[in-house]
């Protein structure tokens, strides 16, 4: 389920969905090769256990949601935009975005050079925009893109073409950054949430690449979601035990399968058309049957279901929200 709950037993980290990450897509900017457009996708609508609908409040003032960049392919981040955002007060949120880099874009917090301050966060069907330099930012409810007939994989992949994400909405986080401000044409990225509530920053989810983190971490869910690409080593051999169960690899075939799969990086050189797996992520693009092929040994190679009809040809491609969230009246 991409990251979609991505908590325990198919829940919410830390119990809060706002603190939730489902994808990260990368892409050249349509039109303009000197930019690309980098997505944050968190906050599923609806959960899965239980099936109910979240809050309305799109993003967790008390959390920050960033994006790591690796310039130089140690998995360890160069550059990172950091976003927090206001408390949610009388329908309205607003967004800072800041640019940190070097040693400081390993470490946690507030800090680093503003880029973007006093953003509208949209929680009504209309794209509040935001320009700032060269760099254009989004934040709020729009359509869900992720696509996936997730009942039939869980029961038993038996798929029958229903798209579980048809009609739901996250909070998107959406940043036009010029090329330039991204150091090197080959980048690692990824993405991760951080919970501020107990006093201190704790990582509560991290990921890049589609569906990893509920199908292979099993057991290891927790110090998966709180580790590092860095080190993402440990986690070969649960990633090769859930691919011997789920795919009937052989030990051996089993292990070098996770290590492709390992860090959790999506990588991205801004030059190259987007095509996941090998460049970055387009909002078209079928993740699910590229992890399919994988999970289950060749197995299965499809779900019989397709990008969704309502993205925007223009920024900030989402498409609209499906539900109108700005009608429900809802505290801080």
């Known amino acids: 389920m991409s990251h979609h709950y991505s908590g325990p037993n198919f829940g919410f980290p830390h119990g809060d969905a706002r603190l939730d990450l489902t994808d990260l897509y990368a892409f050249p900017k349509p039109g303009d090769g000197t930019k690309s457009i980098l997505i944050m996708n968190a906050h599923p609508s609806n959960g899965f256990n239980p099936p109910d609908l979240t809050t309305a409040i799109p993003f967790a003032s008390e959390?920050?949601?960033?994006?790591k960049i690796d310039t130089n392919g140690d998995a360890v981040?160069?550059?990172a935009y950091r976003v927090s955002f206001t408390p949610y007060k009388n329908g309205m949120q607003l967004a800072t975005v800041s640019r940190v880099e070097g040693a400081d874009a390993t470490g946690a917090?507030?800090?680093?050079?503003?880029?973007?301050?006093?953003?509208?966060v949209s929680t009504g069907p209309e794209a509040r925009l935001t320009d700032a330099g060269g760099y254009r930012f989004f934040a709020g409810w729009r359509s869900d893109p992720f696509f996936f007939d997730t009942m039939g994989a869980v029961n038993n992949f038996q798929f029958t073409g229903t798209d579980l994400?048809?009609?739901?909405d996250v909070a998107g986080i959406v940043l036009e950054v010029p090329n330039s401000a991204l150091g090197v044409k080959k980048l690692g990225l990824w993405h991760r949430t951080l919970d501020g509530r107990g006093?201190?920053?704790v990582q509560a989810d991290r990921g890049a690449r589609p569906s990893q983190t509920p199908f292979l971490a099993g057991e290891?869910?927790?110090?998966?979601?709180?580790g590092e690409p860095a080190d993402d080593a440990r986690f070969i051999p649960p990633f090769a035990h859930a691919l011997e169960h789920t795919g009937g690899y052989?030990?051996?075939?089993?292990?070098?399968?996770a290590r492709t799969l390992l860090p959790d990086i999506l990588y991205y050189d801004p030059e190259r058309p987007a095509s996941f797996p090998d460049n970055g992520r387009a909002l078209t693009d079928d993740a699910v049957d590229v992890f399919l092929r994988i999970l289950t040994n060749g197995k299965l190679t499809r779900?019989?279901?397709g990008p969704h009809n309502d993205l925007l040809r223009e920024f900030p491609y989402l498409g609209a929200p499906h539900k109108a969230w700005i009608a429900e009246t809802v505290s801080a």
């Open 303 to 305: 779900d019989n279901v």
């Open 77 to 79: 981040a160069d550059i």
């Open 250 to 257: 052989t030990p051996e075939d089993a292990a070098r399968a």
């Open 63 to 67: 959390a920050i949601y960033e994006l």
């Open 199 to 201: 006093g201190e920053w």
């Open 220 to 226: 290891q869910n927790a110090a998966y979601l709180a």
């Open 165 to 168: 994400f048809a009609d739901r």
């Open 109 to 120: 917090g507030k800090g680093g050079q503003v880029i973007v301050d006093g953003a509208r």
